[in-house]
Nanobody, 124 residues
Framework: QVQLVESGGGLVQAGGSLRVSCTASGRTFDEYAVGWFRQAPGKEREFVTTISYNGHTTSYADSVRGRFTISRDNVKNTAYLQMNRLKPEDTAVYYC?????????????????WGQGIQVTVSS
């Protein structure tokens, strides 16, 4: 089992940057793919990006490709989401999720473990 905690959210102006982190408990973080999802008010939770357990594969939603970057540091048991050129429509609660030996799925149901979420607000 793994527990996930997001950090680093907050308020940023449009065009700015923000990095959110997802830190996992346990010693087997390198066995888990990590996905980032987000949920805006009144909308369903949507896929943002994912990285495979071995770090070899990443995938991005069309809406963030070229602006967001996912990475992981297995020594620190942490995955990162670097968000650049932020837009007001990026405003949402961002969740990280983990899938054991995952290759990087875009589907929410593939992920068994979820963080509590963290608010990212982009002002216009």
């Amino acid at each position: 089992q793994v527990q996930l905690v997001e950090s680093g959210g907050g308020l940023v102006q449009a065009g700015g940057s923000l990095r959110v982190s997802c830190t996992a408990s346990g010693r087997t973080f390198d066995e888990y793919a990590v996905g980032w999802f987000r949920q805006a008010p009144g909308k369903e939770r949507e896929f943002v990006t994912t990285i495979s357990y071995n770090g070899h594969t990443t995938s991005y939603a069309d809406s963030v490709r070229g602006r967001f970057t996912i990475s992981r540091d297995n020594v620190k048991n942490t995955a990162y989401l670097q968000m650049n050129r932020l837009k007001p429509e990026d405003t949402a609660v961002y969740y990280c999720a983990a899938e054991h030996y995952g290759l990087g799925s875009r589907a929410r149901q593939s992920y068994k473990y979820w963080g509590q979420g963290i608010q990212v607000t982009v002002s216009s």
